[in-house]
């Protein structure tokens, strides 16, 4: 589990260790505009969307282990790329391509847990590994401050081409093949379109991935924001570090409170619940914005309890997505990655101040397609309904 979250952390890594980097990436390359700098993280972020299209047909027909290696590869290649940008705009390009070389671990983590487990077991393990992966939170904004302290911003990149060797090797020597030999799929048009079809029509999967796209924009919108909002609304860059950890923290754990508990509860009685709490914290946010004067540990709090939500909600919202998808795992994983990550993005265009508006309207835009796949599932006795 430690292995899959440091594939996922990747992703993690290449995200909020940017954040406190951005007003300088901005003045060495000539952007002044603060919302053009939130291309280096929206950017990044498209790719990493579009780019799950790619990866799980072809570890459907070639394996995990291999389209993982290729991915993790060009991922290092690129982020060097990044590192040597000479202009704003081979930066974005080269994050545009780092973000779809990352994809490659999102939709292979999630398909090889597929692959050995499934029902509450599968989300147990999931919201173990989220443990480990939203620890990245807490440490990464911390870590690019700390090279930006010895280093410019060019040395985040190449900590991170580095970090991408070493997974590339410790996932080289420890991980085995998942896929199983009868659910290996034909490199094939009719057949990848026929599994995405599937992925797109059954009622668990876009019901329940339909509800994620909407908690992810909600999540994106904060990401893209977060420097701006601790510099620039409650003026204290120097506090960017602590506030990741403070909001991220909580998230961790509830990872690890979601795996001890769904056994008990069941996954939609556990993610449901996570889904109302997430609307109400995230409604009242809205309220605390509109009045002047909002203190920085009041932001924090409250960001804290959206997110703690946001965790018991997608551990398990992720596994019921995938419960008829076992056959078609690699392909399925794309298809709602695409689907929550790209539509997401619409959601997190540059903006200027706090993001609980966004976060709101997100939460409760994914009510109806929740309760639409829930009766789907009762209707089918699907495992932890």
């Known amino acids: 589990m430690t292995l899959l979250a440091g594939l996922m952390a990747l992703n993690a890594f290449a995200i909020d260790a940017m954040i406190p980097a951005l007003p300088e990436i901005g003045g060495q ?33 070639f394996g995990r282990k291999s389209v993982l290696a290729i991915g993790v590869v060009l991922y290092a290649l690129f982020a060097a790329l990044c590192g040597l940008a000479w202009s704003f705009p081979v930066l974005i390009g080269g994050r545009l391509a780092m973000g779809m070389s990352a994809a490659v671990t999102r939709v292979l983590v999630l398909a090889m847990v597929r692959d050995l487990f499934d029902g509450e077991a599968m989300a147990r393990v999931m919201s173990l590994v989220f443990m480990v992966f939203m620890l990245v939170p807490v440490l990464a904004p911390n870590l690019g401050q700390l090279i930006l302290l010895v280093a410019s911003w060019r040395a985040i990149f190449i900590v991170l081409a580095a970090f991408a060797g070493v997974m590339w090797l410790w996932s080289f020597l420890r991980l085995p093949e998942t896929l199983h030999p009868e659910y290996r799929r034909a490199l094939n048009p009719a057949l990848i379109a026929s599994a995405a079809r599937q992925a797109a029509t059954d009622r668990l999967s876009i019901g329940y ?28 860059p120097h506090l960017i570090g602590p506030v990741f950890a403070a909001v991220a923290a909580p998230m961790a754990l509830a990872s690890w409170g979601n795996a001890k508990i769904v056994g008990r509860l069941g996954l939609r009685r556990v993610g449901h619940g996570g889904l109302i709490a997430f609307v109400a914290v995230t409604g009242l946010h809205v309220l605390v914005a509109r009045v002047p004067g909002e203190p920085l540990w009041l932001f924090v709090t409250l960001m804290g309890l959206t997110l703690t939500a946001f965790a018991f909600t997608t551990s398990n919202f992720g596994t019921l997505a995938m419960t008829n998808m076992a056959a078609i795992a690699g392909t399925a994983s794309s298809v709602q990655g695409v689907v929550g990550t790209v539509v997401g993005q619409s959601s997190a265009l540059p903006s200027d101040r706090h993001s609980t508006g966004r976060l709101s309207r997100s939460s409760s835009a994914c009510l109806p397609a929740v309760w639409r796949a829930s009766g789907s599932c009762c209707g089918r006795n699907a495992a932890g309904c």
């Open 29 to 61: 390359l000539g952007v002044a505009d603060e919302n053009r700098r939130q291309l280096v993280v929206i950017v990044y972020m498209a790719g990493f969307g579009v780019g799950q299209l790619f990866w799980g047909p072809l570890a459907d027909r």
């Open 209 to 236: 991935t339909l509800a994620m796209t909407a908690l992810f924009g909600g999540l994106t919108a904060y990401i893209a924001s977060i420097q701006q909002i601790v510099f620039d609304v409650f003026r204290a």
